[in-house]
């Protein structure tokens, strides 16, 4: 490939601190086109797109005791068109609605394949016709979700939120390392 089709790519910043899910997602997103430089951390992350601003990012909600939230800001703070899609294998309503808030184009739960990835990069608004899950959620689902929003709203301090949840610590804790229950 000739050096002026790579300038001609759309660029890419993958930010994760899974080393091979980083390798194996920046070859796919490669062989689709784009240009994709990677970061396992936030620092460095940031450190990348000051000196090149991505057209795209795609950033891990949990950067290894970090959260991905934080960085949403700070590359649209560099480049206000990056668009920017939130990867979690701890989804939950309350960190979803919170990385569209704070600029994300969109927010995805792990696994994911490259396709998806791609189609949440570009895709240009919501679907009006996603259909309505007729089912509630489960018991177990709806505390997950509670405990993501309220420890959302005290910043990810674990104290705060088991002090206002009138839980212990160490029983939030547990409950947090779970996965979170399927709805």
């Not at 070859?27 to 970061?39: D, E, I, M, Y």
């Not at 992350?45 to 909600?61: G, M, S, T, W």
Request: proline letters at 5%; charged letters at 20%; one cysteine or more.
């Amino acid at each position: 490939m000739a050096a002026t089709d790579l300038t001609d790519r759309p660029s890419l910043l993958l930010v994760d601190d899974d080393d091979t899910f980083c390798r194996v997602l920046g070859l796919a997103l490669s062989r689709r086109g784009f240009a994709v430089a990677t970061a396992y951390d936030s620092a460095t992350a940031v450190r990348l797109a000051a000196v090149d601003p991505p057209e795209y990012a795609i950033v891990d909600l949990n950067l290894a005791g970090d959260s991905g939230l934080l960085l949403i800001p700070k590359l649209l703070a560099l480049e206000p068109a990056t668009r920017i899609v939130v990867l979690t294998g701890y989804a939950s309503i309350a960190t979803a609605v919170e990385a569209i808030k704070l600029g994300a184009v969109n927010y995805l739960p792990k696994p994911v394949d490259a396709d998806q990835v791609v189609t949440a990069l570009i895709a240009s608004g919501g679907d009006a016709l996603m259909p309505v899950n007729a089912r509630p959620l489960s018991v177990n689902r709806l505390e997950w979700e509670h405990i993501q929003r309220v420890l959302c709203d005290n910043s990810g301090n674990i104290s705060a939120t088991a002090r206002q949840l009138g839980m212990h610590r160490r029983t939030l804790q547990r409950k947090l390392t779970k996965r979170p229950v399927k709805s």
